[in-house]
């Protein structure tokens, strides 16, 4: 199942992003029932008259045999991941909560003065609407595609200091069965999760700010649903949102990417990191219409597969570079705008895989996010796209370096690189592409190929002398330029 993952602080720009804003008095809510293990999702038979359910996390939804109510098993990656990630955005609102208390005015007043100041406050009507303001307030979260509500559900139950979970559907029998499974979950649930029947799209423009957390989810892509959702989101919430139309982000359709996300895909090994940075230039589009900008927490992409060959029609407009590669001597080709800059925070992100970590028996799919997570917080974080070791060596048809042989290669030539969470065998790296192309040269000076005439990328490529030299010592590569 094709899974891409989006998570998105949304922020004023008028505003310090470093802090949280918007902040507003109400009360704190904390699940109060003891929690239960977790189950790998699943049905279980509805023997003695009584109705088939899912259990999924520490949530139980009655399954749905005329599935007339979507329910996506394979998309427990997304909400363990998601849960993961609110934990982590409610620690940090706490912590960043207490340091405006701290930075307050009651923080410079000598400790004997506090009562006084204090009873002053409690006795202005003035001050106590400051005082509502600076008071902590657990956040708000709309779940705008609720379906049968198991998402909200497990928000409610497993996500501790999480305020009310609005679930919006526009489906009358989705509603209902989101009822249903909220009262079959308890009390709990009950006092949390309140359902609407309602277009997601109508219910977030006319609740402008109000979300502190809005989760999207549909079934299939998310572009009808952004420019609103990044109006309904308060000053330093944050926006969790899904695509799963990863054939038309990752290059099988670029008309139709075009006319969703304003951005032309490319195809090759990167091509589900670049449908990760379509996704965040297009959120970026509908945010700074608003007055608004992003900061990418966590962008991931999970369990591709497309099968789907097609003569795609290029764009007719191209920006200002040469018009043939200055390696191969063959055409550029065009495609996005994306987005370039970090996708991740390396600071969520470690935040985020320390929680998991920490929790690891509540997450059915611990192994799955973990890894990713792992894999997300050691990634090179300004290094758009990446190349593909097993794709330099086609070009040249040569035999492959070893990965490990390669990085030193990269790294002893002053440059940085790591891996990729798209692909096991992607690298990430600061390098140009001359440096990259100059260590093949020196590779297949060593590891010889057979010459093949004609304008086959790979002979022009190999026609160049490379500016870097390698003297091996060796495991290791030392490099040198000639001038």
Known sequence: ??????????????????????????????????????????????????????????????????????????????????????????????????????????????????????????????????????????????????????????????????????AVDNNEVAIEACKKNIHHNGSVASSKVVPHLAD???????????????????????????????????????????????????????????????????????????????????????????????????????????RDKRNIALPNFSPLVPQECAECGHNFVMGGPIWSDPMHDKEWAASILSSIQAMSCAYSAYAKISAIMTSVSEELPKAPLFVSLHNLCAILKCTNPTIATFQSAIRNAGYQISGSHVDPLALKTDAPMSVIWDIMRCWVKIHAVKYRPGNHPGTRILSQEPKLQIVILGPVWAFRWIY
Do not use: W
């Open 1 to 166: 199942m094709p899974l891409a993952f989006r998570f998105s602080r949304i922020l004023n720009p008028r505003f310090n992003p470093s802090t949280n804003l918007g902040l507003a008095l109400a009360s704190s809510f904390s699940a109060s029932s003891r929690p239960e293990p977790p189950e790998l999702p699943g049905a279980r038979g509805g023997g003695g008259g009584f109705p088939a359910t899912i259990r999924e996390g520490r949530a139980e939804i009655f399954a749905d045999d005329s599935n007339s109510v979507f329910y996506n098993k394979a998309q427990v990656n997304n909400r363990d991941l998601s849960i993961a990630v609110l934990r982590s955005f409610i620690s940090r609102r706490r912590e960043e909560h207490d340091i405006q208390l701290r930075r307050g005015s009651h923080a410079e007043l000598p400790p004997k003065h506090h009562a006084e100041e204090l009873g002053h406050i409690r006795g202005s009507s003035e001050d106590k609407a400051l005082s509502e303001e600076i008071s902590y307030r657990a956040p708000k979260v709309l779940e705008a595609l609720a379906a049968s509500g198991l998402r909200a559900i497990r928000y409610a139950l497993e996500v501790d200091g999480i305020g009310e979970v609005i």
């Open 200 to 306: 997601a799209r109508v219910y977030m423009l006319t609740h402008p700010k109000e979300f502190d957390v809005v989760d999207l989810d549909p079934y299939g892509s998310p572009a009808a649903f952004l420019d609103s959702a990044v109006q309904c989101i308060a000053d330093g919430g944050i926006l969790m949102c899904s695509a799963t139309d990863m054939a038309v982000l990752a290059g099988g359709n670029a008309e139709v990417c075009f006319s969703k996300y304003g951005s032309y895909p490319l195809k090759g090994k990167h091509c589900h990191e670049m449908a990760l940075r379509i996704l965040l230039a297009c959120i970026e589009s509908h945010a700074i219409r608003h007055k608004r900008y992003i900061v990418p927490i966590i962008s991931v992409h999970m369990d591709f597969y497309i």
